[in-house]
Structures are given as structure tokens and as C-alpha cells.
């Protein structure tokens, strides 16, 4: 998980009917309607209304991010949950969080991020979640992507799960990144992947981009009309990339959303059996 900073949450909660709309124009979804189909639910499987979420921040590691807990409640809110941050923190902080009987609990320290179904006892994580969000984003906007040729441009943990995701949805899937590496890792999991080895070379030559690296993309490499679905953080792009190109970026909303509905949607599945 890449950490985030205070100025990148700091008005998230504010902003969300404003990613609501972005996405709606661009995707024809909703923020609860991407993350359902990110992962292979039924937007109306489950009724948020009756999943309570708690968010437990925690100290670990550099410390508590500021506004990022109350972020993450909020999101959950907007899908429809009802939703708190714990009065304390840490394992004091989860102990309260199961006081209060929620179905779900958030927690994240500067590696891991999860979102923990006490009922069905298995998590979500914002590495797979996001991947799959971002993913379902791009296809949207795209019109699905089989067939199409798709760059990764990052092959950390984000970028080689979007790797395995893409192939699943016969997609032509070209990998980059500084570290030629790390590419060639991806390829090897994944024969299927090709590697490019020169990075803006690769971003002029695809109009369907997942960008899951931190890297400055340049704006002059990004063709006119091309679609790139951005986890990365930092958001380095300009308002010139933003007319040439569709972008599709929130520091942490879209991926939020999508642990929230696997979470919950854990519960329906486990009822089912």
C-alpha cells in the first residue's frame, strides 16, 4: 500500500458527490455500481444499510494519517453503510470496534490495508481491491477491453495484479517500469505479459493505459483521447494531460469502495452455502 498524506484525504469526504458525477459521465457507473462489478457482484445483492463498517486507526510505523480514518468512514457511508471510527486506537481501538458488533473492520498501517468480514472471518485487500476497481474503470470507459491492447506502466504489487486481472479479461497486456526487473517478474508469472523496456516509448504507443506507478507520466507521451486509469500516488498530471486524455483518479475512494462491497458481499456468499 502506498502511504498517503494528509493533503491527499484532506478533502475527500467533500469531494465524493464530485468523483460521483466524474464517474457517471465518463464510466456510466456509480462509485457503489464500479466497485460491485470490480468485484463480480450484483449491485443489489446485499442492502449496504444492514452492514455496519468500523475504522480503527492505527499508530504503527510512521502514525495516523490525518483525516484518513474519517475518510474511510465516509466512503462507507456513501455506499449506504453505516459506519464509525473508534475513539481509540490499535489493538484498545479494535477492542472497541468489537464492542460495538460490526459486521466489518477497517484497519491500515504503512504495508497493509485491510477490510476484515467478522461473519465470513476472510478480508479484503486495498492492493487486489484497487487493482480490480481501476480495472473495471478502465473497462467502462473503454467499453470493455478484450482484445485491446492495455500498458501497465508499474509492476509493484498493484501492477502485477492488474497483470493476472487483464489476462482474465483477454486483454493484450504490455508491462513497464524503470526497474526492467520487476517487469520481467510480471512476465514470468505471466507469460502472456509482454515486456516494454522503454517507458514513455510505450505510453506514446498505447491508448488504454492502467498507471500504477508513483513515476511523473510526461504529458507531451500521452496520446491525444487516450484513457488512464491512475491509482498512482502522487497524482502528477496537468491540466493539459487532463484535456489530451480521459484520466480516472481518486487517492482512495474507488478502492475503498471496492473492499467495502467484497467485504460485505463475503457474508451473502457464506449465507448461500
Known amino acids: ?63 495516523i494519517i490525518s483525516n484518513f480514518s474519517e475518510s474511510v468512514r465516509d466512503i462507507c457511508k456513501w455506499l449506504g453503510f453505516e459506519a464509525f471510527v473508534t475513539t481509540k486506537t490499535d489493538i ?19 504495508v497493509e490495508f485491510l477490510a476484515y468480514n467478522i461473519e465470513a472471518k476472510k478480508a479484503s485487500n486495498n492492493t487486489f481491491s484497487t487493482a480490480k476497481a481501476y480495472i473495471a474503470a478502465l473497462s467502462a470507459a473503454a467499453d470493455m477491453l478484450i482484445g485491446k491492447d492495455v500498458l501497465i506502466v508499474g509492476a509493484g504489487r498493484v501492477g502485477s495484479e492488474m497483470a493476472r486481472l487483464l489476462l482474465a479479461k483477454s486483454a493484450n497486456v504490455t508491462v513497464t517500469d524503470i526497474d526492467l526487473d520487476k517487469a520481467y517478474a510480471v512476465q514470468k508469472a ?8 522503454d517507458v514513455r ?46 484520466i480516472i483518479h481518486d487517492p482512495l475512494a474507488i478502492g475503498v469502495a471496492a473492499m467495502a462491497m467484497e467485504s460485505a458481499y463475503y457474508s451473502y456468499l457464506g449465507c448461500r452455502k
Open 190 to 197: 505471466y507469460p502472456r505479459v509482454k515486456v516494454a523496456e
Open 1 to 63: 500500500m502506498t502511504r498517503l498524506t494528509h493533503d491527499d484525504v484532506k478533502d475527500l469526504s467533500e469531494n465524493l458527490g464530485a468523483l460521483e458525477d466524474f464517474l457517471l459521465k465518463h464510466t456510466g457507473r456509480t462509485l457503489k455500481k464500479l466497485a460491485c462489478e470490480a468485484v463480480g457482484m450484483w449491485e443489489y445483492a446485499i442492502d449496504t444499510k444492514e452492514y455496519t463498517c468500523a475504522v480503527v486507526p492505527v499508530t504503527t510505523g510512521e502514525g
Open 92 to 110: 484498545s481501538g479494535f477492542r472497541e470496534a468489537l464492542e460495538q458488533k460490526p459486521n466489518i473492520i477497517f484497519m491500515a498501517d504503512d
Open 201 to 246: 516509448e510505450a505510453i506514446r504507443a498505447h491508448k488504454y493505459i492502467l498507471n500504477a506507478s508513483p513515476a511523473h507520466i510526461e504529458t507531451e507521451d500521452i496520446q491525444e483521447g487516450a484513457i488512464i486509469s491512475s491509482p498512482g500516488v502522487p497524482h502528477t498530471f496537468d491540466e493539459e494531460a487532463k484535456k489530451k486524455a480521459l
